[in-house]
């Protein structure tokens, strides 16, 4: 009993004593930095690239063998101007069925949707194959819109295009994709997301100006029904869906992706259904969170806000172009939104977001990792879960 | 015997002579080589600094082989002959190792230096020596060298410093470990063991360093447990902090206060890599507010202030606050100060102004002076208010900030503070100023305007005649408003020079619109007085050019009322001696041979603001032919003045029926193309114009000043 009571004090003491007991939920993460000072696209991903069952990281021209990440390889060239790249997704997908990710990718220059085949191992003769040129790509959203397991490809365009992969009786894709798109005055433009907003089980897209209904069946483009119920700017891709007040609705995450302000919107319902939407800002004086994601990345059982800034977004012309930059996940807790600092300070020794950044456990620890691209270079950030276990 | 005796002396010339060589080659046989080396040695051991050079060429060559003889000279008390050596023994330890004809490795050359030097430690060698053997250390000693015969030195007072140098430099596992393990050991002298620990400072990508830091830190010792502290603060890893947090924090309180300092400096280099490291920013954040809260020195809290501040966001404004009401606020507040200015983001600087009224003044003077000069889009916006609403300290504050910024605002704040506080010392603000105004000068419209207000005030201020004249010529390339008094001062002893007319009709015209009609028409009048036709046409374009032409008919003199008779038959190589030599014959009622019929005379009383006619427009577009245009110019008492024509094409005028001027040309019109000097009688006078027409367009503008170019009193008879 005695060596009990003495156990207890020194923990007391120890935690008093050293102040860090505030700060026992707190996630640390190892940021390590990927490529060199040119590895500055804007988009990434984490996937097993060579099919060696080691997962690899994507980013632009180039991809990186796990699991040291040390060595780089080759993919393509892609057209650079001023400070962007001309690649602003890199979603894996198998495209061709030949059982190894290839890469779907788009950008605002060349105003065209491709897909880059994957040569296997570590040959660095990657193929570019054009898909449909569509107009400027602020990115794309990839959402299985159908529900039939494989996501759909909504490059972020006016008019509203959605491209299905033409699979073969055993799912295998052919390399060709059928192009949609949506008849409707409405929709397209800097803003996209996917989510049950009337809450019938099927998709809808969200806009920054509204959102479309989605028909009983998704392919009938005459079917989707315009609902203009809000007025953003140029809002981030994607816009979040998620129930953040735990209310029964779904409500949306919205981060202004070229000003200040990260906010949600409240859905709310009168009797006879009529929906109302109110606005609370979670953010006012950060700017241009271009990407959010929803993961559970503390492992509590319940899904966090992860995000950053877009650094640069608009070559430096956005408000907030010159504050600092940073990486964040916000904890949701009843419509309250509590944020974490994984990573702040000047573009030269901090990391944001960019446009296009993946989560993924790499190193298989259980936790998971943030890979963040943007043009302050490409950073992992190492989940090491909380900083006092 | 005799042939033998010739071949022995013929072979001992040949060494000799070989010897004697100056860089000669490599001998190629044993006898040779033996014989050659110890020349060499001698001659590297010898007086002549050249002889030596040439035997430093040489001697690395023969590898292994001359490491003994090197070693020896390295003793040598000579410095050319000892560093001579010394860097011999370098070479030779950076040469690869040998192949044989049988293609095996040899040992590399290194090793016989390492066991030479090994040699020397052991052996009682002298001081001198040693140290010049533990210089080579470093370049010498690989992975898996035994570092036993250097440790041993580091009983020795003497040469332990530069023991510990030289296993510092080395760095191999074994001799970090060999140096961790001395300092380790309680039972040697415990300032020998802080040495020894601190030589294992400053290593990077030592797998060891961290739980050897923590054996140290656990020290009995608080010498040698302070740089364990430090030791452990090159790690930077969460898992460290309890450890190296609680040593710092459970220090007996006789401890003397430098290794208070060390325990506590030590938490702070930590967090600051932690920091640096990134992707652990709140822990950073804790961390360094934990300092702050607990560090008994101000050096190391002023640390963590400015951590706080360099990597920090909004969250931590309340932190560096909160140390001004703390008991050594004293020392704190510049830190504090420094951080608040060195916080990056409209989030922080949003969290300052909210409390902004908590801050001291001086605090609030270098804030915004510090946003006026770099701050971004929301700090300037604030300094800007500052400089305009705060009280004396601060609004001076910031409009300096804002000068030296360069901000478009920022003359026009300094305009009012100095108006506002009119003892304010002017010296201090030109030089600040010039630059201010010579940068903006080069801008947009914004900028030129500020340029100017800022020109302004230093031509109203400043008593330096080379700082005026410089503004004078900023303030007439952009002429404000503000600057009339200035400007008409000007005109009146220079005129016009200098100035660009259009600017300053623009903004005769701007203060017409804006409702100073009476100044406005001053500077208008005094602009156009005098000025030539060039340049008052270009008055005329800008003062009409806002549709104010109404307001100034009267001023200028425009003649807005004619009658009009053609088109006539005109040939372009008649010019004006053919039909229109002399007057034409004046009779409205009368109908005339046009060149496309029958016309008469037409009144026109619609013209453009200058009075210009459109000739095209009134008679139709024809090509080779002529009008005439009459109109009476009623006027008090005999005048002389000015008659302003602009014409296309020629021109040719009679005034009461004498011909006084003509130009016959090929033109488009502008107005004010040729000033006319005219003499009227008191009463009616005719006023006559023939125009031509070439192609293309027709027309022609007349307006009547006073020989100055200023007001003439007349009417014309409808």
């Not at chain 1, 060696?52 to 780089?72: H, I, N």
């Not at chain 2, 702070?268 to 560090?295: C, H, K, N, P, T």
Request: proline letters at 6%; hydrophobic letters at 45%.
């Amino acid at each position: 009993m005695r060596k009990w009571w003495f156990a207890v004090a020194a923990a007391v003491l120890t935690a008093g004593l050293s102040g860090w007991s505030e700060e026992n939920s707190a996630l640390q993460f190892e940021r390590v930095r990927i490529g060199g000072h040119d590895a500055t696209f804007e988009a990434a991903a984490i996937f097993d690239v060579d099919g060696d069952g080691v997962k690899d990281l994507v980013s632009g021209e180039w991809w990186y063998p796990g699991p040291d990440f040390r060595d780089r390889v080759h993919i393509a060239d892609i057209r650079h101007v001023d400070t962007y790249y001309d690649d602003f997704s890199n979603y894996p997908m198998d495209v061709n069925g030949d059982s190894r990710l290839d890469i779907v990718t788009g950008g605002w220059w060349g105003e065209t949707l491709y897909w880059r085949e994957n040569p296997g191992g570590r040959n660095p003769g990657w193929i570019t194959h054009t898909v449909a040129k569509v107009g400027n790509i602020e990115r794309c959203l990839f959402y299985d819109l159908d529900g039939d397991g494989w996501p759909e490809v909504m490059p972020v365009t006016k008019p509203v295009h959605i491209f299905r992969l033409v699979r073969d009786a055993q799912g295998k894709g052919t390399g060709r994709f059928e192009q949609f798109t949506v008849e409707t005055d409405g929709g397209g433009g800097h803003g996209l997301g996917a989510g049950d907003i009337s809450g019938d089980g099927r998709p809808d897209l969200i806009f920054a100006s509204g959102w479309l209904e989605a028909p009983a069946d998704t392919w009938d483009m005459k079917g989707w029904k315009w609902h203009p119920e809000w007025s953003f700017g140029l809002v981030s891709v994607p816009i979040l869906t998620h129930d953040v007040n735990g209310d029964g609705l779904a409500d949306l995450i919205v981060g202004e992706g070229h000003g200040y302000g990260l906010f949600w919107m409240e859905q709310r319902r009168d009797n006879s259904g009529t929906r109302a939407w109110s606005r609370h800002d979670i953010e006012t004086d950060r700017s241009q969170f271009h990407d959010l994601q929803l993961h559970d990345i503390n492992n509590d059982g319940r899904v966090e806000l992860v995000t950053g800034k877009r650094f640069w977004a608009h070559n430096g012309h956005d408000p907030g172009a010159r504050d600092p930059i940073g990486l964040y996940y916000y904890t949701i807790d009843n419509g309250k939104f509590t944020r974490h600092v994984i990573d702040y300070g000047p573009p030269d020794r901090a990391s944001g977001a960019g446009i296009y950044f993946w989560v993924e456990d790499v190193d298989g620890n259980g936790w998971k990792d943030i890979l963040a691209p943007g043009k302050e270079g490409l950073y992992l950030f190492l989940n090491r879960g909380p900083a006092v276990p | 015997m005799r042939k033998v005796a010739i071949a022995f002396v013929a072979a001992a010339c040949w060494v000799m002579a070989a010897a004697a060589l100056e860089g000669a080659s490599l001998p190629a046989e044993g006898d040779r080589i033996t014989v050659t080396l110890d020349v060499l040695l001698d001659r590297l051991a010898g007086a002549d600094d050249q002889v030596r050079a040439q035997a430093r060429q040489i001697i690395p060559r023969y590898g292994a082989d001359a490491v003994p003889g090197l070693v020896k000279l390295l003793a040598r008390e000579e410095a050319p002959v000892w560093r001579t050596a010394f860097i011999c023994l370098r070479d030779i330890a950076h040469q690869p190792a040998p192949v044989t004809m049988d293609q095996r490795v040899a040992a590399p050359p290194r090793v016989a230096v390492q066991r030479a030097l090994a040699g020397v430690f052991l052996e009682n060698a002298s001081e001198a020596l040693v140290r010049r053997a533990l210089d080579l250390m470093p370049q010498v000693w690989a992975e898996g060298d035994d570092p036993a015969p250097v440790v041993a030195l580091l009983d020795r007072p003497e040469l332990r410093e530069a023991a510990l140098r030289a296993l510092n430099e080395t760095a191999t596992p074994m001799c970090l470990d060999a140096v961790a393990r001395f300092a380790e050991d309680t039972s040697r002298d415990p300032v020998a063991r802080r040495e020894a620990a601190m030589a294992l400072i400053g290593l990077s990508g030592w797998s060891e360093a961290s739980a050897r830091a923590r054996r140290l830190l656990a020290d009995p010792d608080p010498g040698v447990a302070a740089v364990g502290a430090r030791l452990l603060a090159e790690s930077g890893e969460p898992a460290d902090w309890s450890a190296l947090r609680s040593a710092a924090g459970s220090l007996p309180p006789d401890i003397p206060d430098s290794l208070r300092f060390e325990f506590w400096d030590a938490c702070l280099r930590f967090v600051d890599r932690a920091a640096r490291a990134g992707g652990q920013w709140e822990l950073a954040m804790a961390w360094y507010r934990d300092i702050l809260a607990s560090a008994p020195d101000t050096v190391t809290a002023s640390g963590a202030v400015m951590g706080l501040a360099r990597f920090g966001d909004e969250t931590a404004v309340p932190d560096l606050l909160a140390v001004l009401d703390r008991p050594d606020a004293e020392q704190l507040a510049n830190p504090a100060l420094s951080g608040l200015l060195a916080l990056r983001g409209r989030a922080a600087g949003r969290a300052i102004v909210d409390r902004w009224e908590q801050l001291p003044e001086d605090f609030r003077a270098a804030i915004v002076e510090h946003w006026g000069t770099s701050g971004g889009d929301f700090e300037a916006e604030w300094a800007n208010d500052r400089a305009r609403n705060a009280d004396r300290p601060v609004r001076r504050a910031a409009v300096r900030g804002m000068v030296k910024g360069s901000r478009t605002a920022a003359a026009e704040c300094l305009a009012a503070y100095l108006d506002a506080f009119p003892d304010e010392p002017f010296d201090a603000w030109e030089l600040p100023l010039r630059r201010y105004a010579a940068e903006m000068v080069w801008g947009d419209e914004a900028m030129k305007r500020a340029a100017a207000l800022a020109a302004l005030q230093l031509v109203r201020r400043s008593k330096d005649e080379e700082t005026v004249f410089e503004a004078m010529r900023w303030l007439k390339a952009y002429p404000v408003p503000e600057a009339l008094d200035v400007l008409k001062a000007e005109i009146r002893s220079g005129g016009l020079s200098g100035v660009p007319t259009d600017a300053l009709a623009a903004l005769a015209a701007t203060m017409i619109r804006d409702g100073d009609r009476e100044n406005g028409l001053a500077l208008a009048r005094e602009a156009l007085a005098g000025a030539s036709p060039e340049n008052s046409g270009k008055i005329l374009t800008a003062l009409t050019a806002g549709g104010i032409a109404p307001e100034l008919t009267e001023l200028l003199g425009v003649i807005r009322s004619w009658q009009v008779l053609g088109p006539l038959p005109w040939q372009i190589s008649a010019g004006f001696s053919g039909a229109f030599a002399e007057e034409p014959q004046i009779d409205f009622s009368a109908e005339v041979d046009g060149s496309g019929g029958k016309v008469t005379w037409k009144s026109v009383k619609e013209t453009g603001p200058l009075g210009e006619v459109n000739l095209a427009g009134v008679l139709g577009m024809v090509e080779g032919a002529a009008a005439v245009a009459v109109c009476r110019i009623v006027v008090p008492d005999p005048a002389k003045a000015v008659l302003r024509c602009g014409s296309d094409d020629g021109i040719k005028v009679w005034v009461n029926g004498k011909a006084v001027f003509e130009n016959d040309c090929d033109r488009g019109m502008a107005p004010d193309q040729d000033l006319i000097p005219v003499e009227l009688n008191a009463g009616e006078n005719r006023l006559t114009v023939v125009v031509t027409q070439r192609a293309g367009g027709w027309g022609f503008q007349a307006r009547l000043t006073d020989e100055q170019g200023g007001p003439l009193q007349f009417s014309v008879v409808p």
